[in-house]
């Protein structure tokens, strides 16, 4: 899969990317969308302890929490990307939050969603080109540099 | 912008937490950054925020003794504070703290260090966010983004009681606890043991905000709270005493069935552990990632008759990793032509790494 190294944060091109919240999404084959946690967001957390995700269900609005995680002693919100209903979780992060760590764009994902109104969400957010040159531009704002846990997936 | 200061003083347990959870959860745009300073007059214990109240709090206890349970919002773990404290709170616009956590607590900390050191102790930051004094604990930290803001946590500990901490925690036996309550007093600190005459609390909180105005590089003033805020914390005083809110998560079923922080280098793990040969029960204290203490119990058969302790003394000190364990543990099963029925060095290999 294309992606990109800055700093050794990973930026996949063909995910979609809220960089203010350091999120991303992905769209699935059904129009659903898998949410999660990016590179950076978990080198700056940190080992992650919990990540409790709202439940099945639940309906949210785009910048609303879907997720809180705690890594060390912060604890900190994951706001939706996108509008809609709360259609899976992660039930492996429960058992392992550090999935989020390991496997942040795979195995580590928090939610699905079905979204209200994907087209329109998706044009607010970056992808691409976009995404890498805008993480380009944060990661070294911030001075980020990402940091991999024992066992994390390899690009 | 200046920094508001907004000085509580002494506040009820409740609204030494609701304070400043109202504010980040009421926090606007054109908030300012905001210092709250409190007192809380009754004691209490907070558990974090996603710690599961029945596992990690001796209710019984606490309630035999009118101690009230809050949850915080905050992470960590579950802590009995009391007026011996003076709480440290900053409640801030996400892009005015830095973005790496580790700079931000460096930031926070510097203040508290700074202050101690001026009052004569000689503190320093314990990476990540501890506040050490010869190495032991005088100020534990906290952090989590609540609503628009990012808030961070820290104390002036006047005084510390050991003993009550150790009551209001649940452990797994009275054993456990005694360890527990040793491991605090010889791993925590306050002004009070580092100090022959506590300094003025107003002289404290003077020297504070003039050492946050330093580090911040940002001017403080005094301040009130908005109406807003006032009705977001009789809100959130009613919110955090409800059993929704209390009791919201349940514990995982885990063969480590105790884990209990005393500071950033030292815990303590209470494991079970089920072999062919019967049940291992292991209460260790670890202190940089090397075994400090170790309890070994069960209903195991240990021959011959006694060497148990000697298994124990021989791995005080040890290193927790695999290879470390295996060797002495095979060394004092040689050296001592141990017999243990359905219980091999792998077995002891894989509950000890338990602690880790």
New interface residues.
């Given amino acids: 899969m294309a992606h990109e190294k800055i700093n050794d944060c990973v930026v996949f091109t063909n995910l979609y990317y809220s960089v203010p919240d350091n999120t991303w999404v992905r769209v699935n084959d059904d129009d659903t969308v898998t949410i999660g946690m990016t590179d950076v967001a978990q080198s700056l957390a940190g080992p992650i302890l919990h990540a409790k995700a709202k439940s099945v269900g639940t309906q949210r609005k785009k910048g609303r929490p879907i997720a809180t995680v705690e890594s060390g002693k912060w604890v900190g919100p994951v706001k939706s990307p996108v509008s809609g209903e709360i259609i899976a979780v992660n039930e492996s992060l429960g058992g392992n939050a550090q999935l989020v760590n390991r496997s942040p764009y795979n195995e580590g994902w928090i939610i699905k969603m079905k979204p209200e109104d994907l087209a329109a969400d998706l044009a607010e957010l970056l992808t691409g080109d976009a995404a890498v040159e805008a993480y380009r531009a944060k990661i070294q704002a911030d001075g980020v540099t990402c940091t991999h846990i024992e066992g994390t997936d390899e690009y | 912008m200046n920094i508001r200061l907004i000085d509580a003083d002494r506040v009820s347990w409740l609204r030494s937490q609701t304070i400043y959870h109202a504010l980040a959860h009421a926090k606007k745009e054109n908030t300012p950054d905001t210092i709250v300073l409190s007192i809380p007059v009754d004691p209490y214990v907070c558990i974090?925020?996603?710690q599961d109240l029945e596992q990690e709090v001796n209710t019984g206890f606490c309630a035999a003794n009118d101690i009230p349970v809050l949850r915080r919002?905050?992470?960590?773990g579950a802590v009995y504070l009391d007026d011996g404290q003076l709480f440290t709170q900053w409640i801030f616009g996400p892009d005015r703290l830095p973005?790496?956590?580790d700079t931000r607590f460096s930031l926070f900390v510097a203040p508290l260090v700074e202050t101690y050191k001026f009052f004569g102790i000689k503190a320093y930051l314990h990476p990540?966010?501890d506040v050490h004094v010869g190495g032991k604990k005088i100020v534990g930290?906290?952090?989590?983004?609540i609503g628009n803001a990012e808030v961070v946590t820290g104390n002036f500990l006047f005084g510390f009681d050991c003993n009550r901490m150790a009551n209001v925690l649940n452990v797994p036996d009275e054993h456990f606890r005694e360890h527990f309550r040793q491991g605090l007093q010889r791993y925590m600190t306050s002004m009070q043991q580092e100090l022959e005459v506590l300094p003025d609390i107003r002289a404290v909180k003077q020297t504070y905000v003039q050492k946050c105005a330093e580090a911040l590089g940002r001017k403080i003033v005094p301040g009130t709270f908005t109406d807003e805020e006032y009705r977001m914390m009789e809100q959130l005083d009613e919110k955090f005493v409800t059993k929704e809110w209390l009791y919201q998560?349940t514990a995982?079923p885990s063969r480590l069935r105790r884990k209990v922080k005393i500071h950033a280098g030292v815990w303590m793990y209470d494991i079970a552990w089920k072999t062919e040969g019967g049940r291992i029960d292991l209460l260790i204290r670890t202190k940089a990632q090397r075994i400090d203490l170790i309890s070994i119990k069960g209903d195991l058969t240990f021959q011959p008759v006694g060497k148990l302790k000697g298994l124990e003394n021989a791995l005080r000190n040890v290193d927790i990793d695999e290879m470390s364990l295996t060797e002495v543990l095979e060394a004092f099963y040689m050296l001592h032509q141990i017999e243990s029925p359905g219980i091999t060095i792998n077995d002891w290999v894989e509950a000890i790494m338990k602690a880790k």
Avoid: I, Q, R, S
């Fill in positions: 974090g925020f996603h919002e905050t992470g960590g973005v790496k956590t990540p966010n930290t906290g952090a989590a983004a998560y995982h």
